[in-house]
C-alpha cells in the first residue's frame, strides 16, 4: 500500500487523514509527537495523583489513609510513572514536533518506527498500572527497585514490572536512534552542526545517553528477574554476588537518565531566553561543549547514589570529585543565560516566565545537588527529604518547568491559535508559587532528619509536612489550569501568525502557524 | 516525477507499527504471567498470551519487510534513505552492545569486587571472618560462601573450536558480502551457505556443551554467580547468533528470488554487521569467560 | 535574591508559630558557642537562623558530626553567595534591560576572556570544598583502633545488637503502640524514634559499629554521631563514632526496606565509661541466667491457656506486622495462616519454619529472638486461633528438639 501512496501526487500530502485510523497508522512526525506530548501530559496526572496520594497521607503523623504496603507502591509508581511516563516522553514528543522542523527535515528518519515507539509506551504503562491491581498489588520498591527488596523480598508483580520496563526501554532506544538519525542525516543543505539550534544540539547528545544506558538499565531488570524467578545469585552474597553490585548497574543508567531528563529542557531554555530577550543566545560553542561535558562526565559519577553502602574510600572520593566537577559546565550553561538577557530587551510572555523560573530554581536543585555530592555530608543527607527535595526542583522546577515553557513557546505553532495569555500568567504564577511552598520545606524536612520513602514520622515533622501537603495540592490543581489553556488553545482563540513572537530565531518560525501537515518537503536554504 | 529521488521517501501510513506494539504488549504481558505462573505452579494462559504476541511479531515483521523491499523494488528509496537506515542499524547495534556491556560489568563486578570481598579483600576483613569464614576468593567460583560446589569451563576443545567456528564465519559472511558487491551471484550463495551451517553448527556445539555443564560439571545456572554470569553471557549470546542465523537465512531466500544489488543492498549489509557483531561479542566472551 | 530564600523560611516560621503556638521543646544538645554567633549573624539566612528550631542540619555530639555540620554550613554558604550574584545579576538586567523601558538590545553574544573566567573561577572554588571534604570523610572512614565493637544488624523490621567482646546479644524493637499509630492515642513525644531496649554504649570511647543485614538492605542511622551506613546482606560495613555526652540520640532506618521501613528506629544511649561497664556486666549476666532458666523450663510444660495467652502477645509483636493480626496476611505477599495445610496438618513443618525460617523469603529465623517457650506458645496460637482449632499444643521441650538439629 506504501507504494501506492509514495507516488501520489504533492497536494494530497497536505490533507491530514482523519479518524482513529489516522493517530493508529500515522508516520506523520507531528501527529507522532502530538501523541508523545498527550500521552506524557496523561500520565503526569496519573503520576501527580498518586504524589497527592502520597502527601494526603503525609499530611498528618499517623496512618490514616493508605497502609504502608500502598503507601510503597504509591511512591514507586509515581517515580515510574513520572520518569518514564512523563517526563521522557514529553521530551520525545517535543522532538519529535520540533527537530524536523528546525533543521529542515520532511520528517523524521524512519517515520515508521518512530511510531512504533510511541504505541508501544501505553502498552507498557498499561501493565505497569494493571499490576497495582494484582493480588498482593504492584511494585512497592521504589523507583530504584535496589535488590534484594526487588528480587527475593519482592511480590509477584515484579515480573511484570521487569517486562513492561523492557518494552519502555525498547521504546526509548528506538525513539533514540531515531532521532540521532534524523539529525545526522537529514539536515537541510547548509545546516551545519554548528548552526543547529540548541534543543537539536542536547537532544542529539541525549540520544546518545539514552541508547547507552537504556540496554543497562534492561541488564539490570534481567538480572532481577533472573535472581528472583530462575535462581541466579547476581545480588546475593551467598551465590558469590553483591546486592550492591545491582545498585552500581542501576546507577550506571540511573544517573545518565537524570541528565536525559534535563538536557534538553537545556535546549528549550537555550530556545527562549534569546527569543525573549531579542539578543543571540551567548556563548553557542560553549553551551554546546558543555552539554558534552556534562554528557562525559555523567558516566563517570553514579556511585554518587551509593555514598553509605560502603564504598572503599578511594571510590568515595572519585566519584566526589567527579560529581563536583559537573558544575562546572553546568554554571557555563547558567552564566550563558544570564549573560544572553544582560543588555538584552526583555519582555515578560509566559515561556519566558517558566523559562526565568526555571533558570533560577534548576540552579537552586542544582545547589542543592552539590552539597549532596560532597561524601561526608552525603551521609547526613542520603535518604531524607533533603534529597526529595533535591530532585523535584531540578525535575518539577526544571524539567516539568521547561516542558511548560516549551508548549507555551510552541503552542501557536502546532494549533495556529493563541492562547489565553491571562489564564497562563494564573497558570504560572499559582504554579510557581506552590511548588516553592511543596518542595521548599522539605529541605527543612529532610535536614531536620526525617527519612523518605517512610508513610509515617515522628511528631517534630508534623508542621513542615502540613504545609508541603498544602502545597502539593495547590500545585496539582494549578497544573488543571494548564489543561485548561491547552484545551482552549486546540479548540478556539486569535489566529496565531507564522511568528507570534518578535524575537524568536529558527527555521519552525518561517512555516505557517498551524504547522501544515507536511513541512519542508523540499528542504529550504540555510544561508 | 522527475525529481522522486531527490525527496525523502515518507511512507504515508503504516499499520505495522501498531500491531507491532500489540504483539510486544502481548509479549511482555504473557511473559511476565508465564514467570509468575511457573513459580507458583499454578496455570494459567501466560504462555498463550507470550506464544500470541510471538506469533503477532512475526506476522509484523513479515508484512513490515514486505512493504519495505516492495518499496525497495519500486525504486522508492534514495541513497539517503539507506543512509538512515544504516545509521539506525549502526546505533541499534550499539545499544546491544552496551546491552552486553552490562552483564560483563556484572562479570567483572563479580570476579574482582564481589568475590574478593567476600574472602575478605578490601575494607571487607570482617566480612569474611564473620560472615563467611573458611570462604576463600578465587575464580573461577567453584564453591560459592554458601557452599554450592560446581565445576568450571576450560577453554580448550569445544569453545576453542566454536571461536574458530565463528571467526571463519565472520570471513565466510564478509566474503559473501564482497561477491554481493561484485555482483557474482554463485559465490554468494555459497559463502551465504557456508555462513549459515557454521551458524548452525556453532550453536549446535553449544547446545551440547550446555549440556555436559550440566550434567557432567555441575554447572548450573543456579549454582553461583560463575554459572550466572558464564550462562547468561553465553545464554545472550547464543540468542543472538540463533536470530542473526535466522536474518542469514532469510538473506539466502531472497538471494535466492534475485534481491539485493551491488549498490542497493541494505538488508543484506545490516545482517552482516549483525554477524560481525555476534562474532566480536563471542571473541570477548572467549577471552573473559573461558580463558581468563 | 536572599528573598528567594528568605521568603520561604519567614513564611515557614510565620506557620510553625502560627500552628504550635509555643515555642519548640528545648532539644538536649550540645551547641558550640561559635556556631551560636554564626547563627545570631547569619539569623537572615534561613538555614542557620532555623538551627534553633531543629530545621537545619543536626549538629550532633561528635567530633565528627560537628566537622560535617561545619562542612554543611560552608558549602551551605558558598552556595547562598554564588546564588546571591547569579541571580543579582539576572534580576538586575530583568529590570533594567527590559523593553518595556525602551531598552535597545545589545549585540554581543560571546567573550572568550569572560567564558574562561566563569569556567574557571567555580572549578577553583570546588578545589576549596573539596579539600575540606576530603580530610573529614578520611576521618570518617577510619575504623582502626576501637575499644568496643558492635556488630549490627538490621532484619525486617527490628535492628540486632551484640557486643562482640562480650556475651550480650538482644533485639532492638519499635515500642510505640500500635494505637498510637493508628490514631487512637495521643502520640507521645518520641513517638516512632523509640524502641524496647536500645543499644548501650560507652562516652569517651572509640565505639567501631559492624554492620550488616539478614534480609534486605537497611541503612543504620544516627544523625547525632552523623553515622549513617547501610547494613548489606551478606557483608559487613564498618563505621565508627566517639560520644563525648552522654545522652539518648534517636536515629531512623534509612533504606526502603520493606512494609515497615518507616517503623524501624534506633535508639543509642551513651553512658559514661564506668556506668555502661556496671549495665554490659549485668546484662550479661541476666542472660545466662535466662539461658539456664530457659533450659530448666525445658521439663515444664504449660496450660492450654497460658499458651494462647503468651501466644498471643508474642504473635501481636512478632508476626502481625506481616501475617496480619487476623491471620489472614496480605495476599500475594505475605501467606495466610488460616486453614492451610501446614496449619492443620504439619506440626512439624510449622514448628520448624518458625525455629529456622525459610530461605529466600521474608520469612526469618526466630530461633535467637525468641525464647523456646515464647516460639512453642506461638505456634499453639496459630494452630488454634482464628478458627484453626486443632488442638494441637506444642511445649518448650517439643522446640528444642528443633533448635538444636
Ligand atoms: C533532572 C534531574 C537531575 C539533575 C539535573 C541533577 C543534578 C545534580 N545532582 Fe541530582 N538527583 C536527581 C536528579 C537530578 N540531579 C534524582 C532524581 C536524584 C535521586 C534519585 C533517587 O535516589 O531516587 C538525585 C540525587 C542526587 C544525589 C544522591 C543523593 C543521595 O541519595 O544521597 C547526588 C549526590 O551527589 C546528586 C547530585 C547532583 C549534582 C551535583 C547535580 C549537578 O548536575 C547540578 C549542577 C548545577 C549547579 C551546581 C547549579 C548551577 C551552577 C552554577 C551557578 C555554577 C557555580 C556553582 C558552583 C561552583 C557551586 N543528585
Ligand atoms: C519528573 C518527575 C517527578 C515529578 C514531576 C514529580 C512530581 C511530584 N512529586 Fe515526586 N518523585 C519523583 C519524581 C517526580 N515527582 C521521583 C523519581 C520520586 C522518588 C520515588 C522513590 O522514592 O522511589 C518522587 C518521590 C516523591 C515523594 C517522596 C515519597 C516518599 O519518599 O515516600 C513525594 C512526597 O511528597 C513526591 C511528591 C510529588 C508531588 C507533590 C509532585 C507534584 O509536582 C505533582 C503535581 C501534579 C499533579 C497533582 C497532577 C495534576 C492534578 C490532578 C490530577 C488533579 C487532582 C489534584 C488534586 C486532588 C489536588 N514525590
Ligand atoms: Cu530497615 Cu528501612
Ligand atoms: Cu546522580
Known sequence: MSTVVGEMDHHDHHHAPTGISRWLFTTNHKDIGSLYLWFSFIMFLVGGSMAMVIRAELFQPGLQLVDPHFFNQMTTVHGLIMVFGAVMPAFTGLANWMIPMMIGAPDMALPRMNNWSFWILPFAFAILLASLFMEGGGPAFGWTFYAPLSTTYSGDSTALFVFSVHIMGISSIMGAINVIVTIMNMRAPGMTYMKMPLFVWTWFITAFLLIAVMPVLAGAVTMVLTDKYFGTSFFDAAGGGDPVMFQHIFWFFGHPEVYIMILPSFGIISAIIPAFSRKKLFGYASMVYATAAIAGLSFLVWAHHMFTTGMPVAAELFFMYCTMLISVPTGVKVFNWVATMWRGSMTFEVPMLFALAFVILFTIGGFSGLMLAITPIDFQYHDTYFVVAHFHYVLVSGAIFSIMAAAYYWLPKWTGHMYDTTLARWHFWTSLISVNVLFFPMHFAGLAGMPRRIPDYAVQFADINQIVSIGGFAFGLSQLIFLWVVIKCVRTGEKAPAKPWEGAEGLEWTVPSPAPYHTFETPPKVD | MAEKHEKYYVPASSPWPIVGAIGLGLIAFGAGHTVIESSKEIDGWGAEVLLAGLAVIVVMLFGWFRDQINESMAGLYSAQLSASYRQGMSWFIFSEVMFFAAFFGALFYARFIAVEWLGGASNNAMTNEILWPGFEAMWPLTETPGGIESGSMGWFGLPLYNTIILIVSSVTCHFAHVSLEKNKRTPLKLWLGATIILGCIFLYLQGWEYVHAYNELGLTLDSGIYGNTFYMLTGFHGMHVTLGTLMLIVMFFRVLKGHFTPDNHFAFQATSWYWHFVDVVWVCLFIFVYIL | ?405
Open chain 3, 1 to 405: 535574591m536572599l528573598f528567594l530564600f528568605l521568603l520561604p523560611s519567614l513564611f515557614l516560621r510565620l506557620a510553625l508559630r502560627c500552628i504550635r503556638g509555643q515555642p519548640r521543646r528545648k532539644n538536649e544538645r550540645r551547641r558550640r558557642v561559635r556556631t551560636r554567633l554564626i547563627t545570631a549573624l547569619a539569623a537572615g539566612l534561613p538555614l542557620a537562623a532555623s538551627a534553633q528550631s531543629q530545621l537545619n542540619l543536626t549538629q550532633g555530639v561528635t567530633e565528627v558530626s560537628n566537622r560535617v555540620y561545619d562542612l554543611h554550613m560552608t558549602i551551605f554558604y558558598i552556595c547562598c553567595v554564588i546564588g546571591a550574584i547569579v541571580f543579582g545579576a539576572m534580576f538586575y538586567s530583568m529590570w533594567r534591560h527590559r523593553k518595556s523601558k525602551g531598552y535597545k538590545p545589545a549585540s554581543f553574544h560571546e567573550n572568550v576572556k569572560v567564558e574562561i573566567a566563569w569556567t574557571v573561577i567555580p572549578f577553583l572554588i570546588l578545589v576549596g570544598m573539596a579539600i575540606p571534604a576530603t580530610s573529614t570523610l578520611l576521618a570518617m572512614e577510619d575504623t582502626s583502633e576501637a575499644d568496643v565493637t558492635v556488630l549490627v544488624t538490621g532484619s525486617q523490621w527490628k535492628w540486632h545488637y551484640k557486643y562482640l567482646d562480650r556475651d550480650v546479644e538482644y533485639f532492638s524493637l519499635l515500642a510505640t503502640p500500635r494505637q498510637q499509630i493508628e490514631n487512637r492515642l495521643d502520640k507521645g513525644e518520641n513517638y516512632l524514634l523509640e524502641v524496647d531496649r536500645p543499644l548501650v554504649i560507652p562516652t569517651d570511647t572509640k565505639v567501631r559499629f559492624l554492620i550488616t543485614s539478614d534480609d534486605v538492605i537497611h541503612s543504620w542511622w544516627v544523625p547525632d554521631f552523623a553515622v549513617k551506613k547501610d547494613a548489606n546482606p551478606g557483608f559487613i560495613n564498618e563505621a565508627w563514632t566517639k560520644v563525648d555526652e552522654p545522652g539518648i540520640y534517636r536515629g531512623q532506618c534509612a533504606e526502603l526496606c520493606g512494609k515497615d521501613h518507616g517503623f524501624m528506629p534506633v535508639v543509642v544511649i551513651a553512658k559514661e565509661p564506668a556506668e555502661y561497664q556496671a549495665w554490659l556486666d549485668e546484662q550479661e549476666r541476666m542472660q545466662r541466667e535466662a539461658k539456664a532458666e530457659e533450659q530448666r523450663l525445658l521439663a515444664m510444660s504449660m496450660s492450654m491457656d497460658e499458651l494462647m495467652e503468651l501466644g498471643e502477645r508474642v504473635y501481636l509483636g512478632n508476626c502481625a506486622a506481616c501475617h496480619q493480626p487476623n491471620g489472614q496476611g496480605i495476599p500475594g505477599v505475605f501467606p495466610s495462616l488460616v486453614g492451610t495445610e501446614m496449619m492443620l496438618n504439619d506440626i512439624n513443618g510449622h514448628i520448624d519454619i518458625v525455629v529456622n525460617g525459610k530461605n529466600g523469603t521474608a520469612m526469618q529465623s526466630f530461633k535467637n529472638m525468641l525464647s523456646l517457650r515464647e516460639i512453642a506458645a506461638v505456634v499453639t496460637y496459630e494452630r488454634n486461633a482464628w478458627g484453626n482449632n486443632t488442638g494441637d499444643m506444642v511445649q518448650a521441650a517439643d522446640v528444642n528438639a528443633y533448635v538444636n538439629e
